[in-house]
């Protein structure tokens, strides 16, 4: 039995983004009706580039306009989905220095800006807590 043609079940691929202001923190949103903060992005559609689906997903949910190509993508990442129990989520990352404000709009409640050192004392989505904010602050630390 092949599993290659149909995304597995269980598997939530999306875009999100590692947004880095001009004072060194990073944005992190909250969607509507849950608790965890996490990277802003969504889910790739069929056909779409990770990155075109990134620059999509932040200017419906953040207002944010960016252009695609100022993107640097920082590695796949997975871990376990923070609101959809029983799923996996698999991020492609990318990071980009925005010096714009940000107005939470589509299923986003609210947006926060944390030291990337920290977990600014807030509950974060697994991806966020235990993969992306150790790698940025590792690649902080070896450029240092």
């Given at each position: 039995m092949s599993t290659f043609p149909a995304q597995p079940t269980g598997l939530i691929h999306i875009a999100a983004a590692l947004l880095i202001g001009p004072d060194g923190r990073t944005l992190l949103v909250r969607k509507r009706g849950t608790q965890a903060f996490m990277q802003p992005g969504g889910k790739i559609e069929a056909q779409e580039q990770p990155v075109?689906?990134?620059?999509?997903?932040?200017?419906?949910?953040?207002?944010?306009i960016i252009d695609p190509s100022h993107?640097?993508?920082?590695?796949?990442?997975?871990?376990?989905?923070?609101?959809?129990?029983?799923f996996i989520v698999k991020a492609e990352i990318f990071l980009l220095s925005i010096d714009s404000d940000v107005t939470p709009a589509a299923e986003i409640e609210e947006v926060i800006w944390i030291d990337p050192a920290t977990d600014g004392d807030v509950p974060l989505a697994p991806l966020t807590r235990d993969l992306i904010?150790?790698?940025?602050?590792?690649?902080?630390?070896?450029?240092?």
């Open positions: 075109n689906a990134l620059a999509r997903e932040l200017e419906e949910e953040l207002g944010l993107a640097t993508f920082l590695g796949q990442f997975s871990a376990p989905a923070a609101n959809e129990p029983g904010l150790p790698f940025y602050r590792a690649s902080l630390t070896a450029t240092a």
